[in-house]
């Protein structure tokens, strides 16, 4: 998932931060990433405590715990926004093993903003439930979770987990729950991935450990009249959910409706994607991903100028199609070398694109 405009952008914003300090700085500034408004934001809702102590051997837990209700909200949530990404937080506790237990979930606030390839939390819907669910309730702020939508991409992007990675290292929050969903229009998938601050980017997809009934903190919260004053809840009356990656189970995905020659139809594929979003990322900057009206996938990133790949129906056995700043430019035919291997041929595709690239007055030349 990706900023706007492919850019990240940071202000400075006075909050208490909490996390780190045996005393409240009241007045310290730390640096809010509004583009996300999730995870930094941590420190915002998190009541005075000690420094987290790490222990260099902690890994990510292996399995996480969620009430029914919990899963139930999230789904419909998502339902709610089939075609652009949502988002919300979640709350809890860790046990004295790491494994994460959400307890209760919440969504987007009604300043959010949701875009086809990014999601922004409205941050004073964040603030004010928050510092209920954690004063009042004793609750702590241990995740957050955003969709995918019907991308299929159920794992995080590479922007993501930096996110998480420099979230916990800069809060020093030890560990942070990251869940991914999906939906294909009339169901939902939810996966979480933990991550902590000595595993750093080896993050581990965790298996769901479902407490099948309603999390007493929501039948409390619910009756709330403080909450309900400011909670919103989703519109979408029911859940819906697909097959979920269980402990003991197996990992499944929702399918997005591609057509059924189209490469992201083999669900290994989206993994595949992954990789490339990654590579892309990490040589050239944040990638944004999205899907158009005709359901083909586009890779974008910013030299200067918006440097789009488009991957038509016959791809990989055709070459990405590519734009800059919404021109189609021209690419040497045999730029695109394709054995077998999509994402190693893509990254020597991307690279020579982005790195020989210019723009002259009126048209691309490549």
């Not at 909490?18 to 007045?27: E, R, V």
């Not at 169901?187 to 965790?206: E, I, K, M, P």
């Not at 734009?323 to 045999?334: I, K, Q």
């Not at 020579?352 to 048209?363: C, F, I, M, Q, R």
Request: one cysteine or more; proline letters at 6%.
């Amino acid at each position: 998932m990706e900023v706007g405009k492919g850019e990240m952008k940071h202000k400075k914003k006075k909050w208490k931060k909490w996390l780190g300090k045996k005393k409240c700085q009241p007045d310290e500034e730390i640096s809010v990433n509004e583009s996300r408004g999730t995870a930094q934001l941590a420190n915002a809702v998190m009541p005075p405590c000690e420094p987290v102590r790490v222990d260099e051997r902690d890994l990510p837990a292996e399995t996480a715990v969620i009430y029914q209700s919990e899963l139930d909200y999230i789904s419909r949530c998502i339902l709610d926004y089939p075609n652009i990404e949502t988002g919300g937080q979640l709350f809890g506790f860790w046990s004295a093993a790491g494994t994460p237990v959400v307890v209760y979930a919440i969504g987007p606030g009604a300043r959010a903003n949701h875009e086809r390839t990014f999601f922004n939390q409205d941050i004073g819907y964040l603030t004010s439930l928050g510092r209920i669910l954690v004063d009042k309730y004793g609750l702590q702020h241990m995740g957050e979770w955003h969709s995918h939508h019907r991308l299929g991409l159920a794992h995080p992007s590479g922007h993501d987990a930096s996110t998480m990675v420099n979230s916990i290292r800069q809060g020093n929050l030890g560990r942070f729950l990251l869940c991914i969903g999906n939906c294909n229009g009339s169901s939902s998938v939810l996966n979480a991935f933990t991550f902590t601050q000595s595993a750093g980017y080896d993050y581990r997809h965790a298996a769901w450990r479902v407490v099948d009934v309603e999390s007493p903190f929501r039948t409390a919260i619910s009756a709330d009249a403080e909450v309900r004053r400011i909670v919103l809840d989703p519109l979408t009356p029911s859940p819906n959910h697909g097959k979920l990656f269980l402990a003991g189970g197996r990992e499944c995905f929702v399918t997005p409706d591609y057509s059924e020659d189209y490469w992201l139809k083999d669900r290994a594929n989206n993994l595949v994607l992954k990789k490339m979003m990654d590579d892309l990322s990490a040589s050239f900057g944040p990638c944004a991903v999205q899907k158009d009206d005709e359901q083909r996938v586009h890779l974008s990133v910013r030299r200067g100028q918006e440097f789009r790949f488009v991957f038509p129906q016959r791809f990989p056995y055709v070459p990405p199609l590519v734009l800059v700043d919404g021109v189609a430019a021209e690419v040497p035919p045999d730029t695109w070398v394709f054995s077998g291997d999509i994402a190693a041929a893509f990254a020597q595709f991307s690279t020579h694109v982005l790195a020989d690239a210019v723009k002259t007055e009126g048209e691309p030349a490549i």
